[in-house]
């Protein structure tokens, strides 16, 4: 039965742990929730003291396959038996090869391109920035407010989603230049989308590119096609449409950060394909290993020209790891796609179907199995629900239901991609009992 609540939350043996990792762990992780994880087994969890929930977070969006699959745990087994490590930085094997010419035949973009390996989502992006600059001799980047691309210090240059997250950590990258992104629930020109053309792009092309930067200093726009810290905000096609087209127009890559929103998990291999838009570099990490450190750069290969030496990574595609990712893409593409597809839709009904019964909901967002939930005080002046958003994610779990928050104020579905049509009527069922609680207390 999932769930199954046998104890208070935290139990006594989770409790015992977590009071241990305050003494020896760095603070500056963000736990939601005292979910202390025992095994886990598709779209469900147990946790130590024998909890089971149903996971519609997934590591944070990572265990695309779900918990374990056979298929996923299999190839690692075996991997293993073999060898752990040999440095792709410094040595040749089949399994890093293998999985280039894979992403080479799923990459978001024609023609032939080639992949460095790191080891996180990161780590994928630093490599971008670096080629991006390397590629085109320019230094600058823009990037958007509410993206999140990374914690290192180049990726946080970019990450423009808390406050948090880059103080005391400056100065940055410098070059960096942040444009608003297109949030249609919370327009900054007050456009309703069915209207919209993306008029928030005018801000980089008449004020930015004339006040702030030259165009022609530009190396890169970076890019999360869906927004996933930020708060799973979905854009108007036309803001990834004519994004490319500007940078075409002045002689800038466009870098695709489908960290989160890659892997199937928008009902598409990439989300970015939902807008027939191809990028020049795209970075991957999260759902392609299954829960194993992986990050790639994929770029066009005309780009991808920097002598040995100049940028590489000892752990980065690691032969587990790679194993990992081409039973993980195997899987995506003979069924998990179109399963987040299909299971996204009827996840995405009943969630919008709960907006007539809860004023807390303010907006439902999302592609596939990438789903957002705004919620707010007032809906006609758009109030964020801060507090109350912590208290949902918190009723949610004590129900057996494991949910993350996403930007401010909202909450974000990002299940396993196995998780079955059943399983999605029963995370609205509980969502709409944890909302109910957080009600009935305002």
């Not at 410098?174 to 792009?201: I, Q």
């Not at 179109?338 to 907006?363: E, F, Q, W």
């Not at 909202?410 to 196995?418: D, K």
Request: glycine letters at 10%; aromatic letters at 6%.
């Amino acid at each position: 039965m999932v769930p199954s609540i046998r104890t208070s939350l935290p139990g006594p043996k989770a409790k015992a742990i977590i009071e241990r990792d305050a003494a020896v762990v760095s603070p500056s992780y963000t736990r939601g929730y005292p979910l202390v994880i025992e095994r886990g087994s598709g779209a469900t969890v147990e946790d130590v003291d024998g909890n089971v929930f149903l996971d519609c977070a997934a590591g944070i969006a990572v265990n695309s396959t779900g918990h374990s699959h056979p298929d996923v745990v299999r190839a690692i087994t075996d991997q293993a038996q073999r060898f752990l490590h040999m440095s792709g930085t410094d040595f040749y094997y089949d399994l890093q090869v293998r999985l280039a010419e894979e992403l080479a035949t799923i990459a978001p973009m024609r023609g032939p391109v080639k992949s460095f390996f790191g080891n996180s989502g990161t780590e994928a992006i630093e490599a971008c920035l670096k080629l991006a600059r390397y590629a085109t001799g320019r230094q600058n980047f823009i990037a958007f407010l509410g993206g999140f691309h990374g914690r290192t210090m180049g990726s946080l240059s970019l990450t423009a989603s808390k406050a948090v997250q880059r103080r005391g950590f400056g100065p940055l990258l410098p070059g960096v230049f942040h444009a608003p992104y297109a949030d249609c629930y919370r327009c900054s020109l007050g456009l309703k989308p069915e209207t919209c053309a993306a008029e928030c792009l005018d801000v980089i092309e008449n004020q930015m590119l004339l006040q702030l930067v030259s165009p022609d200093s530009v190396a890169a726009v970076v890019v999360e096609p869906i927004q996933g810290e930020g708060g799973y905000i979905v854009p108007p096609d036309q803001f990834l449409q004519r994004l490319r087209a500007l940078t075409k127009t002045h002689g800038m890559l466009l870098v695709v950060d489908e960290v989160q929103s890659g892997m199937g998990r928008s009902g598409k291999m990439f989300a970015i394909e939902h807008v027939n838009v191809e990028p020049d570099i795209v970075a991957i990490a999260k759902g392609i290993a299954s829960g194993l450190p992986l990050g790639v750069a994929v770029a066009r290969s005309e780009l991808m020209t920097w002598p040995p030496g100049a940028h590489a990574s000892t752990f980065g595609g690691n032969p587990v790891a790679c194993a990992a990712a081409l039973a993980t893409i195997t899987l995506l593409k003979e069924q998990l796609v179109a399963n987040a597809a299909t299971v996204g839709t009827r996840l995405m009904d009943g969630l919008k179907a709960l907006a007539a019964k809860h004023p807390l909901i303010g907006d439902v967002r999302g592609r596939g199995l990438m789903i957002g939930v705004e919620l707010v005080r007032d809906r006609q002046t758009k109030e964020r629900a801060t507090t109350e958003r912590d208290a949902v994610v918190k009723a949610a779990f004590s129900k057996g239901l494991l949910v993350l928050g996403a930007g401010k104020n909202a909450i974000r579905f990002s299940p396993p991609l196995v998780l079955t049509k059943e399983q999605a009527d029963t995370a609205v069922r509980l969502f709409d009992e944890a909302l109910t609680d957080v009600d009935s207390r305002r």
